[in-house]
């Protein structure tokens, strides 16, 4: 199949990357960065630790603490009016999927603006961006993705362009070690639905095979790890490979019914991305069976050599159907094991909302990847499920 691969041209991993933040700066031509950061108190924190590391090589920066959970166009515009304010010349998102995105954003902005400013001779590229990751889940540094919400018309946007590729990614586990275990299993899950979908899905290759694979197995032997001794560094730098891996498999492969069914449930409940994944997904993978049971079964080997030691259990005797079956056992097991134990019911669904969920969900472009088509009643069926 012809295409191409994405990433960011570089990608700074493990312990003491955050350091190198400003000789990244420096060499992408940047002197002042507008540093996006979440809202509230825990962004400023952020922000300041940022600055100081900029400090070091008499760089500066401004601190915008303004991306909420789910960054809307005025967070955006606001973030866009201070780039400009504060007479910036780069972009650095710190946190996790909402700091990425807006910032994501606001960098097609300020390109465009800059093209006006020149009177149309010619687009200019849009400011250097740096991508710090404090949270192992959404693969959003690594990915040309961005989910805006439409404040207007209370919808979620996504948006996919390579300029929105952030130049340098950072994944430094020290930032991840002050992650609450709920918090980790959620995001670690985000991460397992990526790899899980974008290695079944109809767009997989052997290159976002080879990471998809690499990230399950990854996962599976080190998350539960991440959930119980947060301050392991070890299992913090699996969990950041694992989630960086997958982001590249799916930003390569495309997501499915796991993303499709969940983005409207979000969007009409504010429930956390990665617990609802955490549901879906066993829920949506035995439905994938008939489709992608030679994949399952793949996986199931990986998800068997990575698990051995904790459960002991061997299905490489078994026949293919069987281990496809056993996967999907396998992934409800993982997300009980890190305290994921109640149905969607518990975030609030009730049985009354899923016909407006099911349509929405079918509308949803994130799921044209998934190996099986569903009509409206079988996407209803799979929300009844999951309960
Ligand atoms: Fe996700």
């Known amino acids: 199949m012809a295409g ?52 070091v090589h008499g760089l500066e920066g401004d601190v915008f603490p303004g991306a909420g959970p789910n960054p809307t166009d005025v967070m955006v515009e606001e973030a866009v009016g201070r780039y400009f304010g504060q007479k910036c010349d780069c972009l650095i998102a710190v946190g996790g999927g909402s700091a990425m995105d807006c910032t994501k954003a606001a960098s097609v902005s300020i390109g465009r603006i800059d093209e006006k400013s020149q009177k149309g001779e010619g687009r200019k590229d849009r400011p250097p961006f740096i991508a710090i990751n404090t949270t192992a889940g959404t693969g ?28 340098v990614s950072i994944n430094d586990p020290d930032l991840m ?14 991460a397992l639905s990526h790899a899980v979908e974008a290695y079944v899905s109809t767009e997989a290759s052997l290159f976002s095979d080879g990471i998809a694979l690499q990230a399950i197995r990854t996962i599976f032997r080190w998350l539960p790890m991440a959930v119980r001794y947060g301050d392991s560094i070890e299992a913090r730098e699996a969990m950041c490979n694992a989630a960086f891996m997958a ?16 983005h409207p449930i979000s969007a009409m409940y504010g429930a956390p991305h990665g617990l609802v994944n955490a549901i879906l997904l066993p829920v949506v ?13 793949t996986m199931g080997s990986v998800i068997d050599e990575a698990t051995y030691d904790r459960y002991g259990i061997d ?9 496809a079956e056993k996967v999907v056992e396998a992934m409800a097991d993982l997300a009980k094991e890190i305290g994921i134990t109640d149905g969607l019911s518990s975030l609030g669904v009730t049985e009354n909302s899923i016909d407006d969920l099911s349509l929405a969900a079918s509308k949803e472009a994130i799921g044209i990847n998934n190996p099986r ?3 409206l009643q079988e996407i209803r069926e799979l929300y009844i499920q999951a309960l």
Do not use: C
Request: aromatic fraction near 8%; avoid cysteine.
């Open 4 to 55: 191409y691969y994405l990433m960011p041209p570089v990608n700074l991993m493990g312990r003491g990357s955050l350091q190198k933040t400003g000789s990244w700066m420096e060499k992408l031509g940047g002197r002042k960065a507008l540093i996006v950061a979440s809202i509230g108190e825990y962004g400023d924190l952020q922000g300041s630790m940022v600055l100081e590391v900029l400090k």
């Open 373 to 375: 088509k569903g009509v």
């Open 247 to 262: 982001g590249v498999a799916f930003n390569n492969a495309g997501l499915g019914y796991v993303h499709a069914l969940s």
């Open 177 to 190: 070690l002050s992650m609450p275990p709920g918090l980790t299993a959620a995001t670690g899950m985000d």
């Open 140 to 167: 959003s540094e690594a990915t040309s993705f961005a989910v805006i919400t439409d404040s207007a018309n209370h919808r979620k946007i996504t948006v996919q362009d390579w300029t929105l590729m952030p130049d």
């Open 315 to 323: 299905h490489s005797g078994f026949r293919t159907a069987e281990k």
């Open 285 to 297: 993978e035995r439905y994938n069976l008939p489709a992608a049971a030679t994949k399952m079964a």
